[in-house]
């Protein structure tokens, strides 16, 4: 069956470094990776997407990769900063169809 | 732009008893709504997806008639939980596609704040 995983479930950083998350996909070959930020009791609220034929997508301090070959997204936060603590959730779809979602990786960064 | 509001945002009820939960889409039209459920530090699972004007389309392991849905117009969707019990406290989210792409990118989903539902 698909699977999306994200195997590190929590990420500890001091304000001011990267961040890098990661998410693996198996058994499929989506058409796009996208990235969300949830905080707790919050849904989630959408940061990145990128598409099978690029190779990397930037946002202000966020920056993703899409490797097919590896079946790998990288997700870079970089300058880290206290606010960016919460949980971000990888996940996945075909076009058309609904999101899968990857557990989700919980940032913390220290000031 | 591209809102999702939910209502309740929680419940609390008694086991047996049957709590609706809706979705609305603010400021743009939603052909498609989806409704997942996400159990404390778990990924959010995809329970169904909902089409305006037609049946829902329910994930494998989800009884579609104990979580019934409804799609009536183009920003609303409902999920009714029908004879509730303790194992389906949760945290229920919606989320929506924007029919015309104005807010954003075409397969971006926009999630409601989430309805955290308790049964005792």
């Known amino acids: 069956s698909q699977k999306i995983e994200q195997n590190s479930e929590a990420l500890n950083i001091q304000e001011g470094k990267t961040a890098t998350l990661t998410c693996n996909y198996t058994n499929y070959s989506p058409a796009y990776l996208q990235w969300y930020r949830q905080d707790p009791g919050r849904g989630p609220v959408f940061l990145l997407l990128i598409r099978e034929n690029e190779k990397e997508k930037r946002k202000e301090r966020l920056k993703v990769t899409f490797d097919t070959t590896l079946k790998q997204s990288l997700f870079h936060i970089t300058a880290s900063q206290p606010a960016d603590s919460a949980t971000y959730l990888c996940?996945?779809?075909?076009?058309?169809?609904?999101?899968?979602f990857g557990k989700g990786t919980t940032l913390s960064v220290s000031s | 732009g591209a809102v999702v509001s939910q209502h309740p945002s929680w419940v609390i009820c008694k086991s047996g008893t049957s709590v609706k939960i809706e979705c609305r889409s603010l400021?743009?039209?939603?052909?498609?709504m989806f409704w997942y459920r996400q159990f404390p530090k778990q990924s959010l699972m995809l329970m169904a997806t909902?089409?305006?004007?037609?049946?829902?389309?329910?994930e494998q392991g989800v009884e579609k008639d104990k979580f019934l849905i409804n799609h009536a117009s183009l920003t609303l969707s409902t999920l009714t939980v029908t004879s509730a019990h303790p194992e389906d406290s949760s945290f229920y989210i919606c989320?929506?596609?924007?029919?015309?792409?104005?807010?954003?990118?075409?397969?971006?989903?926009?999630f409601g704040p989430g309805t955290r539902l308790l049964v005792l």
């Open positions: 989320s929506a596609r924007d029919l015309a792409w104005t807010s954003g990118l075409k397969e971006t989903q926009y």
């Open positions: 400021d743009f039209q939603a052909t498609t």
């Open positions: 909902s089409n305006e004007g037609s049946k829902a389309t329910y």
């Open positions: 996940a996945s779809n075909q076009a058309g169809t609904a999101l899968i």
